[in-house]
Antibody, heavy 116, light 110 residues
Framework: QVQLQESGPGLVKPSETLSLTCTVSGYSISSGYQWGWIRQPPGKGLEWIGNIHHSGSTFYNPSLKSRVTISADTSKNQFSLKLSSVTAADTAVYYC?????????WGQGTLVTVSS | QSLLTQPPSVSAAPGQKVTISCSGSSSNIGNNYVSWYQQLPGTAPKLLIYENNKRPSGIPDRFSGSKSGTSATLGFTGLQTGDEADYYCGTWDSSLSGYVFGSGTKVTVL
């Protein structure tokens, strides 16, 4: 059974960098698929942030591309999200998920609040 | 504003049938597979339909999906109180080179 778990600070100050890690169990991220990040502001809909292919290629939402970096650590079976220069608009629940033309396995999500 | 348009809300009585539309364009729905996600209150989204009309293991056959041109539809019969949730369509957009989600539809059981 594939499982994903997000981890990272729940509070980030404005203008700083949000950093989250997704730990995957039950499947090796280097074996296949893409691995993605999706966020959901409170009371709003889902927004795709970006994916990393098992080969290391990355794909980002054009609206966030200048601030986003997704990387992977295959030795730990983890992939990570960095979002720079955050503002209150980046407050959201952040999900990691496995992507194979659709998101089939999701983490439970972690709330990140941007506030001083 | 999402590239995929869904009705904000749909409601029906228990046991009734519900359909949710997802309208896009040739750069997304028109040329790519559509998937549907169910998000129960306070939980992560769950894959309901993939590749337009396929159900993952464990999803009952009262849920169905279809696609025609640049629109897709999620349908489910025998509405239950446990179906009260937000439903999102999603697909790849070739122009954006990125994944897009629909605006979401809240289903209420009357």
């Amino acid at each position: 059974q594939v499982q994903l778990q997000e981890s990272g600070p729940g509070l980030v100050k404005p203008s700083e960098t949000l950093s989250l890690t997704c730990t995957v169990s039950g499947y090796s991220i280097s074996s296949g698929y893409q691995w993605g990040w999706i966020r959901q502001p409170p009371g709003k809909g889902l927004e795709w942030i970006g994916n990393i292919h098992h080969s290391g290629s990355t794909f980002y939402n054009p609206s966030l591309k200048s601030r986003v970096t997704i990387s992977a650590d295959t030795s730990k079976n983890q992939f990570s999200l960095k979002l720079s220069s955050v503002t209150a608009a980046d407050t959201a629940v952040y999900y990691c998920a496995r992507y194979g033309h659709f998101f089939d396995y999701w983490g439970q999500g972690t709330l990140v609040t941007v506030s001083s | 504003q999402s590239l995929l348009t869904q009705p904000p809300s749909v409601s029906a009585a228990p046991g009734q049938k519900v359909t949710i539309s997802c309208s896009g364009s040739s750069s997304n729905i028109g040329n790519n597979y559509v998937s549907w996600y169910q998000q129960l209150p306070g939980t992560a989204p769950k894959l309901l339909i993939y590749e337009n009309n396929k159900r993952p293991s464990g999803i009952p056959d009262r849920f169905s999906g279809s696609k025609s041109g640049t629109s897709a539809t999620l349908g489910f019969t025998g509405l239950q109180t446990g179906d009260e949730a937000d439903y999102y369509c999603g697909t790849w957009d070739s122009s954006l080179s990125g994944y897009v989600f629909g605006s979401g539809t809240k289903v209420t059981v009357l």
